[in-house]
């Protein structure tokens, strides 16, 4: 069945742009792993969605993002069953989404400071990470922005005069992000230097790809999963939220302070994620009696 009669579905049902795409994503990534461990015509299945959320749960991903993409493909059921495709519903979301018992931690995992340290000197190879990549790496880490915020970056964005960007996040709620001085530096050389040079170098958006003027997320995260095995930990996007969030908080920025450039609906919720004890914290307070 065509990805593309999916999301014209999701939109003849009234779903919103960004709802959408993301269905349309999370289903696309499933078909992959189908075509990968199955065959390239096989459909949706309750073997083979049990499958891929053990692929899931093995490869890392966190409980929020696979239970998002649960949720999707419980839609593209849906809509394979509109369609005559499938019979069956094969997935229900009380039975198959992943629950976290009631008072449990977030298991929330941070980059400590002598990993940012060694990321940091790895983008400095000019040979082997582009200017590009580079202010990935430094936009995620040093304004906490979510991915899908990262790659919506416009250059008309970016206040040169006031060190300020700004961010549509989810809901369509904008904030503002003080940006370094380091940090907007790397933005000038990279519009300088390899933007100027793309085929896309007229684009709205800052960071483009060499097949699109607007980069995808996938793209950021299979660059980061890329450089994992030479850093030797695991890197994905929101890993730099986290990080961020609680270096803020370590370095005794305001709780409410850190809400708002997270742009967070409440207080609670940054409390709620941000808020943690390392294993070694735990371990150094226990030692301490």
Do not use: C
């Amino acid at each position: 069945m065509e990805i593309n009669e999916f999301g014209s579905w999701l939109f003849a049902e009234g779903k919103a742009d960004k709802t959408i795409e993301s269905y349309v994503n999370d289903v696309k990534g499933f078909q992959a792993y189908l075509s990968e461990k199955f065959r390239e015509d096989a459909v949706l299945s309750r073997f083979s969605f049990v499958r891929y959320k053990e692929h899931l749960m093995k490869e890392g991903y966190a409980v929020s993002t696979i239970n998002k993409k649960i949720n999707s493909l419980k839609v593209y059921n849906d809509f394979l069953r509109t369609k005559g495709v499938v019979s069956e519903t094969f997935i229900q979301l009380k039975r198959d989404q992943i629950k976290i018992a009631a008072g449990s931690e977030d298991n929330v995992d941070v980059l400590s400071e002598e990993q940012v340290e060694q990321l940091l000197f790895y983008v400095e190879n000019r040979n082997q990470v582009s200017t590009r990549n580079k202010l990935i790496v430094y936009l995620l880490l040093y304004t906490g922005v979510r991915v899908s915020e990262l790659i919506s970056i416009k250059i008309a964005d970016i206040d040169f005069l006031t060190n300020q960007l700004n961010v549509i996040g989810k809901g369509g709620k904008r904030r503002e992000i003080g940006l370094r001085e380091d940090v907007l530096r790397l933005v000038r050389q990279y519009m300088q230097e390899e933007r100027s040079e793309s085929v896309f170098h007229q684009s709205d958006y800052l960071l483009v790809s060499q097949r699109a003027e607007k980069m995808h997320r996938d793209a950021v995260r299979d660059w980061l999963a890329k450089i994992s095995s030479e850093l030797g930990y695991k890197l994905h996007p929101h890993l730099f939220r986290h990080t961020f969030a609680t270096r803020l908080l370590q370095k005794g920025v305001q709780l409410t302070t850190v809400s708002k450039i997270l742009g967070h609906g409440s207080i609670q919720m940054t409390s709620r994620f941000y808020i943690q004890t390392t294993k070694q914290e735990k371990m150094d307070a226990v030692n301490l009696l």
